[in-house]
Each structure stands twice: as C-alpha cells, then as structure tokens.
C-alpha cells in the first residue's frame, strides 16, 4: 500500500525568503505525485502534478516540486514566498484503480509567514 | 465552466439523524471520489464510483456509511445514524478517469454532530 509522509507539520518563513516543503512517499510502481493548497475552510488546489517525463515539474503560483526517485521524494519549492501563500499544503500519491485516481495524502504542512 | 459543487457547505445533525452530502462533478467527469478530513488530519480516501457503480470502497466504515453516484443526478454519501466522531470535512472530488488524469476537488461539505 502507498503512503506519503510530509515531516514538517508546521514551518514558519519570512516573507521574500525561499521555501521547501518535504515530501517522502513509499509506492510499489511509479508514482502519480501531487501537492495540493488547502486555504482555511476552503478546498484543495492542485499546484502541480508529476505523472512522468521531467522530473523538475512547474506548477502555479510560481511553485515547482523535483521528483527523485532514489530519495523516493518529491519535494515543494518555491524561491521567494509571498504572504499569500499562508495556507496548508498536501503531498498525495496516487493510485490507478480501474482507470481512475486514487489519492493517499501526507498529514499536511501547514505554512506560516512572517511579514 | 463549474467546478466539483458540494452541498451543503455546512451541515449540521444531532446524534442518531440521517447526514446526506451530495456531490455534482465536473461535466463531463463520471469518475468521483469522496475524502474525509478529521479535524489536524489530511484528507483520507473514502470510496470511488463511476456512474451506477462501486469501485473501490476500501476506505468507508463497515456500517452506516454508503454512496451512489446514479446515471443521473449527483453522487450522494449517505451517513445513517451520525455520532460526534462523524464530525469532519467531507471532500468530493472528480475525473475523467482515463490514464493520466487529475482529480479536482469541492470546497467540502462540514459535517457536525452534536
């Protein structure tokens, strides 16, 4: 079965300063990796998706994840953080089942800034 | 174009009440998934239907838990008899299913038992 573990559930930055967000995921095949923006009270964001092909994966908002395989990793960045970005974020990995998506998410990072 | 639409946004039932939370997709989607978010937690996998079928419901409790996505209408999860430990964030989320494809989510519907 897949897991996904994101080791920082809290992180604080200053806004302007950069930003990685750790993601380590366990999965029998290759993996279908996500991060996803959760706002308060709100629903999930897709930032960025790794399906295959370039492991260094653009999303919005100016983030980006690298996926390495021998680290079993995908982790979040983004080089200069903006207030806005204040929210939690999710790690998933998923599974093709019948065609499908299915999603298993880390616990979260939940992401402050300092003004 | 609408996104994955969820209602109720809140939804509020003693304990012992029927909860029904109801999911319309993406047109165009007929793969919906449903996730539980526990207070602190992320968000785990319920069950996936595609129109008029189960096809994987390895993540809803044994009892009172059930979902259908009929031909028409949007995809209904049906909680009977709520307890507080009910109380939760439920998402939906849809795709198109085939190969490489993303799921996009609902604002979730937030469910307390009091």
């Known amino acids: 079965a897949q897991s996904v573990t994101q080791p920082d559930i809290h992180i604080t930055v200053s806004e302007g300063a950069s930003l990685e967000l750790r993601c380590n995921y366990s999965?029998?095949?290759?993996?279908?990796l996500f991060w996803y923006v959760q706002s308060p009270g709100q629903g999930l964001q897709l930032l960025l998706k790794?399906?295959?092909?370039?492991?260094l994966v653009q999303g919005i908002k100016g983030f980006e994840a690298e996926f390495k395989r021998s680290q079993s990793s995908f982790n979040l960045r983004k080089p200069s953080v903006h207030w806005s970005d204040a929210a939690e974020y999710f790690c998933a990995v998923g599974a093709i089942t019948g065609g499908g998506n299915k999603l298993t998410f880390g616990t979260g990072t939940q992401l402050k800034v300092e003004l | 174009n609408a996104g994955v639409m969820q209602n109720p946004r809140h939804l509020v039932r003693r304990r012992g009440q029927e909860a029904r939370l109801r999911c319309s997709p993406v047109?165009?989607?007929?793969?919906v998934y449903w996730y539980r978010q526990l207070p602190e937690e992320g968000l785990k996998f319920m069950v996936y239907?595609?129109?008029?079928?189960?096809?994987?419901e390895s993540g809803m409790p044994k009892e009172r838990f059930s979902a259908e996505f009929p031909k028409e209408g949007p995809s209904i999860l049906r909680i009977q008899q709520v307890v507080r430990g009910d109380s939760a964030a439920y998402f939906c989320?849809?795709?198109?299913?085939?190969?490489?494809?993303?799921?996009?989510f609902g604002q979730g519907t937030r469910l307390t038992v009091v």
């Open positions: 047109k165009g989607h007929s793969h």
């Open positions: 989320a849809s795709s198109r299913g085939q190969g490489n494809t993303e799921a996009f």
């Open positions: 239907l595609q129109k008029e079928n189960i096809i994987d």
């Open positions: 999965y029998g095949a290759t993996p279908y």
């Open positions: 790794y399906f295959s092909g370039d492991t």
